[in-house]
């Protein structure tokens, strides 16, 4: 299934892809949908002869989860960008937290902080959590994965280096466009552990281009370890890292100005495309 929270009417309504049009759910985002334990029955139930529809064409999303409890990040998990970034392969994973503020929908503006110079992007494979679970193994965090869906990490570089923490380089407002779907592992060759092509264009050129099957540290040992640390909930996503090809590892770097259209896709599950725009402080 192919799963969205859809703007429209001045709410949000969880919905099911059915084709060429979107099958409503009957509750307001797909974290709520998620926070019940037969979602998946339910999400299948609905068809078009049962529940209000809406046109693909034209859609309106928010982020796939609006307001998750939590977004853990990893960094440094593919080996061609820590590569490119002059490090060494880690032994365990680089966790680093946004805020729901942060997430904006797949076709929303990007807003550029007037404080910063060094913009940057990061094509993201990003799970979403489907059960309650701590210290979860095997099995029990491969059925924790909902699915999976695209982010965006946009960085504030000089903020993110200003201290040896990232935080403060990753939790702008308004910032990290996630969606538009939430699609579930059985769609996707390699199930939990997909393998897809991952790319980013910035107004047409390819920035970066990949495979998740790159990742270090795969989706259910991310589940594995996060878990370890924190209970996750329904809805709460985990971003599992960016491939080579970010703006600060070029030489010179490369940065987003404001105007740009910047495209993170990954094949099968969807596509987001934003335009960069200057926020600037009241």
Same mark, same amino acid.
């Given at each position: 299934m192919k799963l969205a929270t859809l703007r429209t009417g001045g709410a949000t309504k969880a919905v099911r892809l059915d084709g060429d049009v979107l099958v409503d759910l009957g509750v307001p985002d797909v974290g709520t949908l998620l926070d019940q334990d037969d979602w998946a029955?339910?999400?299948? !139930? !609905?068809t078009a002869e049962n529940a209000e529809t809406y046109a693909v064409d034209g859609a309106e999303y928010a982020p796939v989860v609006p307001q998750p409890s939590k977004v853990?990040? &990893?960094? %440094? *998990?593919?080996? *061609?960008h820590i590569q490119e970034m002059g490090r060494d392969l880690p032994e365990h994973p680089t966790l680093f937290a946004k805020f729901a503020d942060a997430l904006i929908g797949a076709g929303d503006d990007i807003l550029r902080p007037e404080e910063t110079g060094q913009f940057d992007w990061e094509v993201? @494979?990003? &799970?979403?959590?489907? /059960? #309650?679970? =701590?210290? !979860?193994?095997g099995e029990e965090a491969e059925q924790a994965i909902a699915g999976f869906t695209v982010l965006n990490d946009i960085t504030c570089r000089d903020w993110q280096f200003? $201290? #040896?923490e990232w935080l403060q380089g990753k939790m702008w407002d308004s910032s990290t466009p996630v969606g538009p779907y939430l699609v579930t592992p059985d769609e996707l060759p390699?199930?939990? =552990?997909?393998? @897809?092509d991952i790319r980013l264009t910035v107004d047409g050129e390819v920035m970066q281009s990949d495979s998740t099957a790159d990742l270090l540290f795969d989706p259910v040992h991310l589940v594995e370890y996060v878990s $370890?640390?924190? #209970? %996750? *909930?329904?809805?709460?996503?985990?971003a599992t890292g960016t491939p080579g090809g970010v703006g600060?590892?070029? /030489?010179?770097g490369r940065y987003l100005v404001g105007g740009e259209t910047v495209v !993170?896709?990954?094949?099968?599950?969807?596509? @987001?495309? *934003?335009?960069v725009v200057e926020e600037k402080s009241a």
């Open positions: 029955e339910r999400a299948a !139930a !609905a853990v990040c &990893v960094g %440094l *998990n593919y080996r *061609n993201e @494979l990003a &799970v979403v959590v489907g /059960k #309650r679970v =701590r210290r !979860a193994r200003r $201290t #040896r390699g199930g939990v =552990r997909p393998a @897809l $370890t640390i924190v #209970r %996750l *909930n329904p809805g709460d996503i985990i600060h590892a070029r /030489k010179p !993170a896709e990954i094949d099968g599950i969807g596509r @987001l495309e *934003n335009r």
